[in-house]
């Protein structure tokens, strides 16, 4: 059997943990630089809060009801994620981090003799130990569990599990799944199943593999036997290096300065690099896109884009930054302004796989690179993002996040203070004890 578990909310609830007196009330969470609605508690979907709606357009309905409005944290989020996926592996032997709120467990090799009350054991575990409400699906495969993940949202919240154990367990999850919804269907099939008067999961899987792998191919029929409890995919205990990486952002107020774009520009691709390390991987291109915003009408237009090839694949932040630089020279024109900015890295591979020339005089700089990229990494991890920089960055451009709640794990000075006779450390402050 395996188990989809899935954080509640999870950049919502995060933001419960650590203020408790926001249970039962209405939370959105803004994307970078404080544009669109990307999360939502149940308090506020109540309220039909759509995702992706600009914050302006829905400033009335925010007042009105109070909602709370948090800026993006992405350093608690993920700082609570890790705690919640390392919670999972003191509890089940094998498990796959799926996103930064879900993972699939592996419960084949468990000791349980009721599967709901070792899944409602769980949801308490992981309760008590990050605060993070999470739900259960159970069920023979990932695919099913997926489906049960998701009745369990729809149907049995309070709950918080549903397992699939036998064909009326799942018959119920299937038929309560519509086509768009099944792990593994896109937009374009959705409407060619539903073209076809197959409407929920539990139609789909009445079809002969014949049709089903004519139509939906080989892919589909193992999507379809999964559903019909066969296991076709088991846990990706490693997650796949990815086969493209891409940094863009919004700027929260056009730019015409060239220097201010550099610094922009010079972030995104230390951010690339940073992922690329983070994979053990090195990339072969740069793809920069500078464009102004197509929501003016009366401004003029511009869209900017090249690609770059490196002598030698590559993730040192010096290289990706430099040729960033370069590309950012080509495409940058006077007279517009600028909305958005990104740098997209590809031709991805292992850093230990790369291919260079036979009398190659920068390997002894790759070399040293490596090694100091190393020491930034490790520095940033401890002492937080970006205190070791490359110059190109400065210090001026930065997202634009004027509701940001605290980093309340991850930096000394947002630590909750129980006593405020007590400083960060422990000790009892000067004049105070």
């Not at 943990?17 to 990307?38: R, T």
């Not at 149907?155 to 599990?161: A, N």
């Not at 997650?239 to 015409?256: A, D, E, M, Y």
Request: proline letters at 4%; aromatic letters at 10%.
């Amino acid at each position: 059997m395996y188990a989809l578990i899935d954080c509640n909310n999870f950049y919502a609830s995060c933001e419960r943990v650590f203020q408790p007196k926001l249970e039962k009330k209405p939370i959105v969470v803004l994307s970078n630089n404080d544009g669109c609605i990307i999360a939502r508690s149940d308090e506020a979907k109540k309220l039909n809060i759509p995702m992706g709606v600009p914050l302006y357009q829905i400033e009335s309905l925010i007042k009105q009801h109070e909602v709370k409005v948090f800026s993006s944290n992405y350093a608690l989020y993920g700082d609570l994620s890790n705690r919640v996926m390392q919670s999972l592996h003191a509890l089940v032997p094998q498990l796959e981090v799926y996103s930064i709120d879900e993972a699939f467990l592996d419960l084949r090799q468990m000791p349980y003799h009721d599967l709901y009350a070792f899944g409602q054991e769980i949801r308490q575990t992981i309760q008590q130990w990050t605060g993070i409400p999470v739900s259960l699906g159970i069920a023979p495969t990932k695919t099913l569990a997926k489906a049960a993940n998701r009745y369990v949202k729809a149907h049995t919240k309070e709950t918080g599990v549903f397992v699939i154990e036998d064909n009326f367990t799942a018959d119920i999850a299937l038929a309560a799944t519509p086509v768009e919804d099944i792990w593994g269907v896109g937009r374009q099939y959705a409407r060619f199943l539903a073209g076809h008067q197959i409407q929920t999961a539990f139609d789909l899987v009445q079809m002969p593999d014949s049709w089903i792998q004519k139509h939906l191919k080989i892919v589909g029929l193992r999507m379809v036997r999964e559903l019909r409890g066969e296991i076709c995919y088991g846990l990706a205990l490693e997650p796949h290096p990815k086969k493209g990486i891409c940094v863009s952002r919004s700027f929260s107020n056009t730019l015409t300065d060239l220097f201010l774009i550099q610094e922009a520009v010079a972030t995104f691709a230390a951010r690339c690099g940073e992922k690329l390390r983070k994979q053990k991987s090195c990339a072969n291109l740069l793809h920069l896109f500078l464009f102004t915003n197509p929501h003016r009408e009366n401004d003029p237009q511009y869209f900017g884009s090249k690609v770059l090839q490196f002598p030698a694949a590559t993730h040192s932040g010096f290289d990706l930054v430099g040729m960033a630089m370069s590309a950012l020279k080509l495409i940058f024109k006077e007279g517009y302004r600028y909305k958005k900015a990104g740098v997209m890295v590809s031709g991805i591979v292992p850093e230990n796989n790369t291919q260079t020339a036979l009398f190659d005089i920068n390997e002894p700089k790759r070399l040293k690179d490596h090694r100091v990229f190393q020491t930034v990494d490790a520095l940033n991890r401890k002492l937080g993002r970006d205190t070791i920089r490359i110059a190109t960055q400065g210090k001026s451009w930065a997202t634009h996040q004027t509701q940001r709640s605290p980093c309340y794990t991850t930096r000394w000075e947002d630590l909750l203070v129980i006593d405020e006779r007590i400083d960060f450390r422990g000790r009892y402050m000067r004049g105070l004890y």
